[in-house]
C-alpha cells in the first residue's frame, strides 16, 4: 500500500503587477493537521463548524449559508502554513500572513478544502480480473 500525498498548488508571493513570483504545495499530512488542532485546542471539524444559537439551532446569513462566529483570520493564516510546511520547513505565518489579503480568501478557501480532502490518499493495489474466465450457467 502506497501513500500519495496529493498536493494543490498555491501562490503567495506576487510581484508589483500581480504576477506570481513562487507557487508553493499546500499538503495536509496528519502531522500538520495536529499541529492546527493543538495550537488552537480544537479539532478541525470544530473549526469548521458552524456557530449554533443559544437553542442549539445553527445561525445563518441573510443569505440562509452557515455562520461559523469563531473561525479568524489568525486561523486561517495558521491553517495556510501547517499545510505549506512539507513544502517549504522555513515557512513561517508572517510570510503567509503578509503575502494574504482579505480578497484573496476567495480563491484561497476552497485550495485549503480541497488540499485537506486530497491529502493523504492511500493507493490499493488493482483488484486481479481474469477476463478470460466468464460465468457460465449450469446445465
Known amino acids: 500500500m502506497a501513500k500519495i500525498l496529493n498536493t494543490v498548488p498555491i501562490v503567495l508571493e506576487r510581484d508589483d503587477d500581480g504576477n506570481p513570483l ?23 471539524a470544530e473549526v ?12 445563518t446569513d441573510e443569505n440562509g449559508q452557515p455562520l461559523n462566529m469563531s473561525f479568524r483570520f489568525g486561523m486561517l493564516i495558521d491553517l495556510i502554513w501547517v499545510g505549506l510546511l512539507r513544502d517549504d520547513p ?24 480541497n488540499a485537506i480532502s ?6 490499493f493495489p488493482e483488484a486481479s480480473v481474469q477476463k478470460d474466465k466468464k460465468a457460465k450457467p449450469k446445465n
Do not use: W
Not at 443559544?54 to 445561525?59: A, I, L, P
Not at 515557512?91 to 485550495?111: A, H, K, R, Y
Not at 486530497?118 to 493507493?123: F, G, I, Q
Open 48 to 59: 469548521f463548524s458552524p456557530t449554533r444559537d443559544e437553542h442549539g439551532q445553527v445561525m
Open 90 to 113: 522555513t515557512i513561517t505565518p508572517d510570510i503567509v500572513g503578509d503575502n494574504l489579503t482579505s480578497e484573496d480568501m476567495i480563491e484561497v478557501l476552497p485550495l485549503i478544502l
Open 22 to 44: 513562487k507557487e508553493r504545495k499546500l499538503c495536509y499530512t496528519l502531522k500538520a493537521l495536529a499541529a492546527f488542532e493543538d495550537k488552537y485546542n480544537k479539532s478541525i
Open 118 to 123: 486530497a491529502s493523504n490518499v492511500t493507493r
